[in-house]
């Protein structure tokens, strides 16, 4: 298995590049050009944050790693995003719904990351930040938009919005990588994080003309991507994207 | 190492190969207009490192860039070429240079309106229209056709437009 460190780095590599992933299979799909644009924009800075996280882990680990060993061959219960990025990418709401929750919680981490004494994980986050902080805006204006829109948007992003809710604790949910990361002050306390996150949410939906789900202490909430057990989504998604390097190993061109 | 005579000029002589090195998305800009070369070490007569800085995580434009420096220092003379790839401090189009963004407006974008060190808020930027300068514009979307853009309309001439936006 992966030393905590590795770990901890695959952790951010994979929510980035399943995140980008799903936005990807919207190109060529958005409701309307620009749109599909914006989406495929936000895509290619998360798959191009993950490639600097993958960059890094190659390097660290060595053992002939590149790049593209983790996302081509690495099986999916070696991947550690959480839940909520891997679920398939539902209407356009759910896409926006899912967004939001994701890029308000990746503007907190890494504002937080910023400080990390791993400089090579402070300098992505730095560098990834300021892309967030588009990412945040196009999603929140959306959900605006759909929630304060007709009674059909609200209604469905309303539906949306509950869906997705009990797979946001993941994201605060410690896992064995960040504890053991957090002394050395590599990673962060996500726990510390949610009352900002719950802050923009509450927000962003009172605006939206939206209902806030009850978040009641301790609620429950779906969990194990951290800890490399999936949905049984994941593993289409990874049969898709792996298809040709399983296929034609090291193919190049 | 010593630094000779010759090696501060062969310096300022890579500097001046590099201005011919375009950025392929918008060609009128070289890379030292669009500030992504952030140094030079010239390590030996025909060795040397140069620095660069991405704009965006993803733009794939960055392994073109990579390459078109690479071939234009080896036709220039030099054997050994590295390329380092340097994420902190985050590029920021503070670093565009003002003939930069002059060349910009002249080919059709508009450049980035204000410092971004001065005032971190996009907010309500007023974007002058490129082509009739009407200050009457409009945002179109935040996303344009590449990841530093974001797209635009003129009112007066609606004609759409891209703008170089801060970041």
Redesign the interface.
């Known amino acids: 298995m992966y030393p905590s460190l590795i770990k901890y780095i695959l952790q951010l590599a994979d929510n980035s590049l399943i995140h980008g992933h799903r936005l990807s299979e919207w190109c060529g799909h958005g409701p309307i050009l620009e749109v599909d644009i914006a989406l495929s924009n936000i895509a290619l800075d998360q798959i191009g944050a993950a490639r600097s996280f993958y960059q890094y882990a190659a390097a660290l680990e060595g053992n002939q790693k590149t790049e593209d060993s983790y996302p081509y061959h690495r099986d999916v219960r070696s991947f550690y995003n959480v839940l909520l990025l891997e679920l398939p990418k539902g209407n356009f709401g759910d896409t926006i719904v899912r967004s939001f929750f994701f890029d308000a919680f990746q503007f907190e981490l890494y504002s937080a990351l910023l400080k990390s004494t791993d400089t090579q994980i402070a300098a992505i986050a730095e560098k990834s930040l300021k892309e967030v902080t588009y990412h945040l805006r196009f999603s929140s204006e959306w959900l605006v938009r759909l929630g304060d829109g007709t009674a059909e948007s609200q209604h469905k992003i309303q539906k949306s919005v509950y869906a997705y809710w009990d797979y946001c604790g993941e994201m605060f949910d410690m896992s064995d990588a960040e504890k053991d990361m957090l002394s050395a002050g590599v990673s962060v306390n996500t726990v510390a994080l949610k009352s900002n996150w719950e802050q923009t949410v509450a927000n962003t939906l009172e605006e939206a003309t939206l209902s806030y789900p009850l978040a009641k202490e301790n609620a429950w909430f779906h969990k194990g991507g951290k800890n490399g057990i999936h949905t049984e989504h994941l593993g289409f998604l990874l049969a898709e994207m792996q298809y040709l390097q399983k296929s034609y190993p090291g193919a190049e061109w | 190492m010593v630094v000779s005579q010759d090696n501060i000029k062969t310096k300022a002589a890579v500097f001046a190969i590099l201005e011919n090195v375009a950025d392929p998305e918008v060609p009128v800009l070289s890379i030292l207009d669009l500030g992504i070369v952030r140094d030079v070490i010239v390590l030996a007569d025909d060795a040397v490192e140069v620095l660069i800085t ?1 704009t ?5 434009a960055m392994s073109m860039i990579a390459a078109n420096i690479k071939m234009e220092l080896l036709s220039q003379g030099f054997k050994q070429v590295k390329i380092t790839e340097m ?5 920021s189009t503070d670093w565009m240079s003002i003939s930069g963004k002059d060349k910009l407006r002249v080919y059709g974008i508009a450049p980035p309106q204000y410092n971004t060190a001065v005032n971190p808020h996009e907010g309500d930027a007023v974007v002058p229209c490129p082509r009739c300068e009407s200050t009457n514009t409009q945002l ?6 590449t ?1 530093c853009k974001a ?1 635009y309309k003129c009112n007066d001439c609606l004609e759409p437009f891209d703008y170089f936006k801060c ?1």
């Open positions: 991405p965006y995580s993803g733009c794939p994420l902190s401090p985050a590029w179109i979307s935040q996303f344009g056709s990841a797209l970041h």
